[in-house]
Every structure is written in C-alpha cells, then in structure tokens.
C-alpha cells in the first residue's frame, strides 16, 4: 500500500512538473518579438497613418509584436547610423538619404517602403506660373541637401539647362518663399503644400513623380544583424502595416481624426485629413501590396545617386535590398 501510495505521489508531482514546464514553455513563446519603428519626423501625423492604424488598434499585439513608434528626437543625430547601430530597430527614411548611409559604410537593408512614389515637389507662388521643368527658367529655386539629384532629374526630363535655374539651399519653413526671398523650394506636396493651402496662401506644386523623378519615400530599412535575428517579426510587421494601410485609406477622415486624438493634439485635423487624401495616391503607386518595392526603381535611384556621387561607393543592389520578406508577408493571398 505504502509503494502503491508512493508511486501515485511521484507520478502526480511528474504530472506537475511537466505540466508547469509546458506553461512556462507556451508562456516564453507568447512573448512579443520587440520592435522598434524610428520615425525621420519628430511628429506622429497622417505619413505614417497606416502603422498609426493597426497601433490603436491592437493589431501589432495580435500578430506577436510589442511595437513602438518612436518619434525623432531632436538631435538624433545620422538617421542610418542609429538604425544600423540599434537593436531589433527598423527605420524610416528618404531613399537618397537611404542610399546615402549605405554608400558611407553603414550596414543597412532596405525591406519595403511605406510610399511606392515620392511626395517631393517645388512650392511656389501661383503668379509665377510653374506648371512644367520650363517654367523654372530664371527662377531662384531652394532645395534641401538631399534633393538636388531629384531636382537635377526634373530638369533633364524637362529638358532644361541646369544653368538657367539659380538653386540654393532651402531653409526649414515656410518663410523665404512666402516673403519671397526665393521663387519655388523644395516641399512634400502632402505636408507643407497642404499647410499653405490651409493657410489661405495663393501656392500651387510641381510634383517631382509627374516630371521622371521615380525613387521611395519612408523607406523601411533595418540593419543587416536585426534582418537576420527578426526575420520573421519583420514579416509580420509588413502584414500588419498592410493592413493598417488598407484600413486607414478607407477612411481618411477617421483616420485622420484618430492620429490627431490619440497621438498628436496638437495637429490640425483638416490639415491632416487633406494630408491622407494626398498620401493615398502614393502608398499604392506601383504594387497594391503595401510595402512593396521593385528592382527597377531601385536601380534607377541608385543609377541616378552614382550619377550625382561619383566618388561614392555604392554595392550592387543586392547587397542593400531585400524583396523577399514582402514575398513572404503575401505568400500566404489572404491580405
């Protein structure tokens, strides 16, 4: 009776053991794979409504993520090299100055995009009627530093000599153009553009995608170590930023309204709401998969930086790109 007793004990304190083995194991593996999306903007507005979106909402959370959304702290310093640096970290950024990090030594992968066209644009006055490339002919045109390749790529479509057109670099704000200190500067036609318009200002935009300047905005990139440790969470994360996307351009206003409430107060809302509405030409312009980016653009981007960095080294595409992890998020033809 005494052994009978004692081996029902030993296998009931097994059971127990096994059974809090099995919990501790599905426990560890429900932790979320940590995340985080460095933003190139110190604000969190409608440019990245998408993540936004499936933020609010729980949906990073349901798919095995914990995410943050961090804004870009003043004084952050290379955007590149903090992402290539940090941990489990995926970055936003302009393509040019993507290409830029990666050109300089960073060890940096780009992994989908968040705009599949670019929102670059020149503001300018409408009295002074630019419509086309042509119309910047003896104007005096300013430019941040990374868009002087994009400018130069406009004029060439345009057939205009560089030489007639007096660019300088752009001042952050508004100002110089509107006291007229230059003719057209260099904006996002769904940021600034907007604002001015808002504001009751006579401006109209010269959208750079309209005259041959093909490149990506919001660029999702990540360091080679965070690509091949989170692979799979990077994918997972394209899921949901499609889908966050998809939900958001839906509805714009309320999209909009929840950016503003949730996130950034102190926004205004029919800025952001007109903002989304421009945005949404761009999130889909080549591929309906969100993210998506293709081997042509990419080239040409970087045919167009050697172009203007000729002391630069720039790999092969295949060195800094990764395709497949897009691939991977819409293999399955359910999103």
Not at 176 to 186: I, Y
Not at 188 to 193: A, G, S, T
């Amino acid at each position: 009776m005494i052994k009978h007793g004692l081996m029902r004990w030993m296998r009931g304190v097994a059971g127990m053991v096994l059974a809090a083995g099995i919990a501790v194991g599905a426990a560890r593996a429900e932790e979320p794979d940590k995340l985080v999306l460095q933003l190139d903007l110190g604000v969190r507005n409608v440019q990245f409504a998408g993540v936004l979106w499936a933020d609010a909402h729980g949906w990073f959370e349901e798919a095995g993520l914990d995410l943050e959304i961090r804004p870009l702290p003043k004084g952050y310093g290379d955007l590149a090299a903090n992402v290539a640096a940090g941990e489990h970290t995926i970055g936003s950024i302009e393509g040019g100055l993507f290409l830029s990090g990666r050109a300089a030594g960073e060890p940096v992968v780009a992994i989908g995009t968040m705009f599949q066209a670019s929102p670059l644009g020149l503001v300018s006055k409408v009295h002074h009627g630019v419509k086309t490339p042509a119309d910047l002919v003896g104007l005096k045109v300013a430019v941040h530093g990374d868009g002087h390749e994009a400018l130069a790529t406009v004029l060439e479509t345009g057939d205009v000599d560089p030489a007639l057109v007096t660019v300088s670099e752009a001042e952050y704000g508004d100002g110089p153009l509107l006291r007229d200190e230059v003719d057209a500067k260099q904006a996002y036609y769904v940021d600034e553009f907007v604002r001015m318009r808002q504001a009751g200002h006579d401006v109209t935009v010269l959208r750079y995608k309209d005259f041959g300047h093909r490149a990506y905005s919001q660029v999702l990139f990540v360091s080679e170590t965070t690509l091949a440790e989170n692979r799979d969470a990077l994918v997972r994360f394209l899921q949901v930023h499609h889908r966050g996307w998809q939900a958001a351009l839906a509805d714009p206003e309320a999209a909009a309204k929840l950016v503003v409430e949730r996130y950034e107060p102190q926004l205004d809302l029919a800025y952001q709401v007109e903002s989304l509405k421009q945005i949404g030409e761009l999130v889909w312009a080549e591929d309906k998969r969100t993210g998506a980016a293709s081997p042509a653009t990419w080239t040409e981007a970087a045919e167009r930086f050697r172009s203007t960095h000729p002391d630069a080294e720039l790999e092969p595409m295949a060195a800094w790109t990764d395709f497949t992890l897009v691939e991977e998020a819409f293999a399955d033809g359910e999103l």
